[in-house]
Each structure stands twice: as structure tokens, then as C-alpha cells.
């Protein structure tokens, strides 16, 4: 195929558009289940990815239904590391129907395109991916969902070194698509868990495997595992235990040997619960380390989309060979190429398991065995035959006598090793001897008042003592005094209480160090004492400071002021004020406060919104009525609530005021008299 066919068929669906929604602008990767598209959302103008799956899944209803349901999960998931999914659908405006996903668009890299440029990573570079990687898992293991299939290809790399996982469920949604999950093996060789391979079971710890895998990766620079066929890469996932990787990097810490080796084992229950777990023990080495949060380099990928099917060398992401069934019903995998030179198959890939099976795999050897005897009909191929039978023979008998012997040596003294001394030395010395002995250090680590941190303390079974080959040896490694840990300020009680006791120390409530706190909610933990970071003894009583919620605030002082003011004031310090009554004064204007209900400087608790009751004075201030008619002073004195009562020298209806009593500007009750003098 030419490089313009190749391109041609690839950018059969560029300048399209998919339900007259999305238009297909370029495209960005291909592989054997789904190309991805640079695309634009025509309705929200914003760029997007489009993910359509190949034509071959189209006609298949069940994978549609599943690959419907993969991606509706896949939108619940709301994380700033996973690849948001905005829509899925079904186009049938291009001539054919196309499945699709409609995706963030992550401008810059894979994690595979930075381990191309790179090699291996530096530690804190491949600690911070792993974070990311580990926080997206997180949160859909929480939510129920496994991606099953993690690996570089999925982990992309955006501006500002943002690391997002995508491709959740796809696996998933492709083992519907004309094979059964229990005949066929689906995933990437270089990254299956051994339960993947025998029974096709996944589940959180399944991606803890993973990504334990792509740990060692981004450590090493190459995958674990290497082989001439992916059936011999899964082997191995089987058979073998991946080697810590700081056997090729001696200058690795022996706390990331420990913690790729726990996330690989081949017994799915001695690894990390879930990926929540995994980010745990991942954090708490990079604190015992010192290692600090470091930005992820952005890989420079000039490689346009030409050039990803032209290039014969790089394995294709998503890619499942043919699979056909044989006449029993069994799947089985059609030939398809195979590239090595990467380090094993990277992309998805599905194998039949019972391709694994030795004992068909003894029978195909029989048939064809029973073939060549067949053909083999003149004398002259009839005695190369005997003379290779009997040399056959001849070495099958030394093989049985060498295994004879062998195994006696191995039952006797071949088998044991003797445990190397390990009490009092450091942990990497300890690693170091057990694999030097062929045993395999399973390190555990506990406070300890004496021994320094980072020193073997016991070991299981001790040291000089006889034990098998391979056998697994506990390390009890210390950790130090235990140092009081950060508790950070609005932590439940039960939940410091269970971080203190996690430490080795001994949490201790006392009412008389609970104190007030303006933000701590009440109930909620303010700090600890001794504060955190503290060396102290192992069961060491720490006490654990309690807010009392909000402190007392004291009723200001609003005698005098108008209501409106008095209002104010109270408002702003965090009452609820209200008219508690009024009463008579003579030094007070009208509706201006005399007093307060609690009185000025209680201290009141700000729980709620505490009232604060104000009395305002009903005092009537006398105006100034002379001058005026008569009639005018009487309408005055009514509007005020006071009496006027009118002395007239002429008797006269309207005369004009010349005095009055008391004089303007006294303060008298409402309902009081004022005498005016008129003429």
C-alpha cells in the first residue's frame, strides 16, 4: 500500500461532518479499533476530539449498546485528570454508520511520546505522573468503574505538563463485539495483569497492576517484560515476578523497589485495594523522601497524523487482529504482525486464552508430528527417521538421568539457602543480601524509640536460619519516633483521633485546651499539642484542641443613637435587632435607643444569629408655637400627641401666639399639656 493510499484512507471522513453537529478538521492518531479526529462543535464553537470507532463495530448492536453505556459512565467522571466526555452517538450522514465519542481536546502529548523523547524519566518526574494517573483512578474506582486498560498511549501530557488519563471503558466495550471475555484475552500484552490473562477477570486492582507496570516504565525506560509474540509477553505476566527496577537503576531509592514490587504482584489480594490505596503509599514515599511536586515536561511531538500509519516501526494504539471462531466455538486470533522491537506489542490487542492452555498446545504438536510421519514413505527418509529417533532417545535418557540427580541435589541441599544477617543494617543493604541469596525481601515498617529510621529491626524467618530458595523473608523495618502528624485545622474528632492512633500515639480530649476559633466550626478539630512534626515516644498522649466555635461577641454600646443607626451597628456585629419597647425620657430624643435587651457588654455566642432587642425613647419635643395662629399650633400640637390650652386676653378665635409653656425644645411625655398665651 502506497503512502497516498495509506493517507487517503485515513482521511476519509476530513471535512465532514458527524449528525451536523461536529466537523471532522484532522486527524490526530489511528489505530485498529478507532481513528481520532481534531474536530469543532459547531453548535458551542469549541474544538474537540472524535473519537470513531472502525466500521467493523458499527453493524454490531451489542458492542453499540455497550460502548452507549461505557461512555455515559465515562461523562460522570468529573476530574481535572480524566479526559471530560462531552457526547457519544451514532452518524449515519457519511454513507456507513460511525460511532462516535466526542472528547476534550488535549493539546501536546503521551505519556509514550515523552518516554520516546526521554528515555527513562527522572524519580520526581515519574512520581508526579503516577499522581495524576492514580488520582484519575481514584476517582472512577470510587464510582465503580476499571479502565482496564492502562498504559502510556492513554496518559496524555497537556500545556502547563497537565497529565489526564482517557479511554475509560473502551476495552470493555469492544469484548462485546463478537468474542466472549472468557475465551479471549483483551488489553496490551505489556501491561495485563495476570488475571487478565487466565480468567479475563478486572477489577480495581487490575488497574493498580497497570499502572504499576507504567511505574516501572517510566523508572527503566522499558517495559518489564519483552518477548518475540504478545503469547509470550502474557506468559510471563503469568509465570514471572516483575523485577524491581532497581536492578537496572541501582541508584533508585529500595522504598520505590518496595512499592512497584507490592503493585505487581501476581496475587491480586497482597496488592494496593485500589488505586485510592496505591496514591496513598505513593504520597507517603515522596514525603519520606523530601521529594516535592515537579512540573511534567510537555513532549515535543512534531510527527504530523502522515505520519503515524506510515511509519512501520511504532505499534498501532487500539489495535485487535481479526478474530475468528473455530468449529468447537473456540476464539481464536487470525495471524496478524507482530513488533518487537518496542519492547513487546503496545497496543490493545485480543488473544485467544486457550492459546495458553499447555495441553493444546502438546496435541497441535501431535497432529503435526503425525503430518510428517505421513509423508514420510521411502526407505531412505525411513532410516534419517530411526537415526534421529534413536538419537533422540539417546538424549532424552541423559536428560532424565541429569534430572534424576539434579533433583536429589534440590531436595537435599540444593534447595536451601541460609538467611543472611539483616538485624541492625539499613533497609537497601538488607534488600541487596536477600536477593543476593535468592530470597525475596517482603519489607514492613514500624515506629520504633530506639532504632533509626530506614534500620532493619527483625527479621522473619532470623537471620542464619536454613529456608527455601525464593522463599519470601519479612523485613520489620523502623520508621523512627513516631513524629506527630498533620492534622489540618476543621478535621473531624474521630478522624484525628484515628490519624493519631495510625501513628502509634495515644489521642487525649481535654475540655480545658478546647478553645474559641472564628472559622473552626464547633466540634471540629483546631490542632494538636505537641504540634505537628514533633519527635515524641511511641503511645506518647497527644491532645487534641477542640474548637468551641465562634468566641462570645460583646453587645456594643447603641444608647443614644437613632434606631436606624442602633440597627446598623447591631447588624454588623453579627445580631438580629428588634423593638423591644419604648419609654419616657427626658434626656433622650424620640426613637433614638435608651438601653438594650441583654444590656450594653453582654458577651452573647454567635450561634445562629443571636436578637439583640433595643427601647427607643417616646419623648415628645416641645416646637416653638409662637408667632403662629392659634389653629396652627393646636394642628402642631395634635400631630405631636400633646394638648394645647389657650389663654386669650380679647377672647379671640385666631389670634396670634405671644408665649407658651413648657418652652421649645423640652422633652415631655406624650398626652402632656402645653399653655400658649394669645391675643
Known amino acids: 500500500m502506497t503512502a497516498e493510499t495509506r493517507r487517503d484512507r485515513r482521511d476519509d471522513l476530513v471535512g465532514t461532518m458527524l449528525e451536523r453537529r461536529y466537523r471532522v478538521d484532522s486527524l490526530i492518531a489511528r489505530g485498529g479499533m478507532s481513528a481520532v479526529y481534531r474536530g469543532l462543535d459547531t453548535r458551542l464553537e469549541r474544538p474537540v476530539a472524535l473519537k470513531v470507532m472502525d466500521s467493523q463495530y458499527s453493524g454490531d448492536r451489542s458492542f453499540i449498546e455497550r460502548f452507549e453505556r461505557e461512555a455515559r459512565a465515562a461523562a460522570s467522571l468529573h476530574h481535572p485528570d480524566v479526559v471530560a466526555v462531552y457526547d457519544q452517538g451514532v452518524d449515519q450522514d457519511t454513507g456507513s454508520d460511525r ?4 472528547m476534550q481536546l488535549v493539546e501536546g502529548g503521551t505519556l509514550r511520546d515523552l518516554l520516546r523523547e526521554q528515555g527513562r524519566l527522572p524519580l520526581p518526574v515519574a512520581v508526579s ?10 476517582a472512577a474506582h470510587e464510582a465503580g468503574m476499571v479502565h482496564r486498560d492502562i498504559k502510556p498511549e492513554n496518559v496524555l501530557i497537556g500545556p502547563g505538563g497537565s497529565v489526564k488519563v482517557t479511554d475509560f471503558g473502551l476495552v470493555r466495550a469492544a469484548a462485546s463485539a463478537g468474542t466472549t471475555s472468557g475465551s479471549v484475552i483483551l488489553g496490551t500484552v505489556a501491561y495485563l495483569s495476570p488475571e487478565q490473562v487466565t480468567t479475563g477477570a478486572a477489577d480495581a486492582r487490575t488497574d493498580v497492576y497497570a499502572a504499576g507496570v507504567v511505574l516501572y516504565e517510566m523508572l527503566t525506560g522499558e517495559p518489564p517484560y519483552t518477548g518475540d509474540t504478545a ?16 536492578e537496572h537503576v541501582p541508584e533508585l531509592p529500595a522504598a520505590v523497589d518496595d512499592l512497584v514490587l507490592r503493585a505487581t504482584r501476581r496475587d491480586p489480594s497482597v496488592r494496593p485495594a485500589d488505586a485510592a490505596a496505591f496514591l496513598t503509599e505513593l504520597r507517603a514515599l515522596r514525603n519520606h523522601s523530601g521529594m516535592g511536586p515537579v512540573a511534567v515536561p510537555v513532549p515535543v511531538t512534531e510527527r504530523q497524523a502522515d505520519d503515524i500509519d506510515d511509519d512501520d516501526d511504532e505499534p498501532a494504539t487500539d489495535r485487535f487482529p481479526p478474530v475468528d471462531r473455530t468449529a468447537n466455538g473456540t476464539a481464536m486470533v487470525l495471524p496478524a504482525h507482530e513488533d518487537t522491537r518496542s519492547g513487546g506489542p503496545q497496543g490493545t490487542r485480543a488473544l485467544s486464552r486457550s492459546m495458553l492452555d499447555p495441553e493444546r498446545a502438546q496435541d497441535m504438536s501431535a497432529v503435526e508430528e503425525q503430518r510428517s510421519d505421513d509423508h514420510s514413505a521411502d526407505p531412505a527418509r525411513s532410516r534419517r527417521r530411526n537415526r534421529r529417533r534413536f538419537a533422540v532417545s539417546t538424549l532424552v535418557v541423559l536428560l532424565l538421568a541429569a534430572l534424576v540427580g539434579g533433583t536429589a541435589w534440590w531436595l537435599g541441599s540444593g534447595r536451601y539457602v541460609t538467611v543472611p544477617p539483616l538485624t541492625g543494617v539499613t533497609e537497601a543493604t538488607a534488600v541487596r543480601a536477600l536477593r543476593q541469596a535468592e530470597l525475596v525481601p517482603e519489607v514492613t515498617r514500624s515506629y520504633h524509640d530506639t532504632v533509626a529510621a530506614g534500620t532493619v529491626i527483625s527479621a522473619s524467618p532470623a537471620e542464619g536460619s536454613r529456608t527455601p530458595r525464593g ?19 476543621g478535621t473531624p474528632v474521630s478522624e484525628a483521633q484515628s490519624m493519631l492512633r495510625n501513628a502509634k500515639l495515644d489521642p487525649e480530649l481535654d475540655s480545658s485546651a478546647n478553645r474559641y476559633h472564628a472559622e473552626v466550626p464547633k466540634g471540629r478539630v483546631i490542632g494538636v ?3 505537628p512534626g514533633t519527635p515524641v515516644a511511641t503511645s506518647a498522649t497527644v491532645t487534641i484542641i477542640v474548637s468551641k466555635g465562634p468566641p462570645p461577641v460583646a453587645v456594643p454600646d447603641v444608647r443614644g443613637s437613632s434606631k436606624e443607626e442602633a440597627f446598623a451597628a447591631l447588624r454588623q456585629a453579627g445580631f438580629e435587632p428588634y423593638v423591644a419597647g419604648r419609654k419616657f425620657s427626658s434626656e433622650v430624643s424620640t426613637n433614638h435607643v435608651l438601653s438594650t435587651k441583654p444590656t450594653v457588654g453582654t458577651k452573647v455566642k454567635l450561634q445562629g444569629t443571636p436578637r439583640v432587642g433595643v427601647v427607643l425613647s417616646n419623648a415628645v419635643t416641645v416646637p416653638d408655637l409662637t408667632g403662629m395662629r392659634v389653629r396652627q399650633a393646636q394642628q402642631k400640637a395634635s400631630d405631636l400627641g400633646v394638648q394645647l390650652e389657650v389663654k386669650s386676653f380679647l377672647n379671640r378665635q385666631n389670634g396670634r401666639v405671644l408665649g407658651q409653656f413648657p418652652l421649645a425644645g423640652t422633652k415631655v411625655e406624650p398626652g402632656s399639656s402645653i399653655t400658649v398665651t394669645a391675643l
Open 129 to 138: 505522573v503516577l499522581e495524576s494517573v492514580l488520582s484519575a483512578l481514584a
Open 529 to 531: 499539642n505537641p504540634a
Open 99 to 102: 460511532v462516535y465519542l466526542v
Open 231 to 246: 503469547l509470550s509477553v502474557a506468559y510471563r505476566h503469568v509465570n514471572d515476578d516483575v523485577p524491581a527496577p532497581g
Open 471 to 489: 522463599d519470601e523473608v519479612r523485613l520489620v523495618v523502623s520508621r523512627g519516633k513516631p513524629k506527630v502528624p498533620e492534622v489540618p485545622p
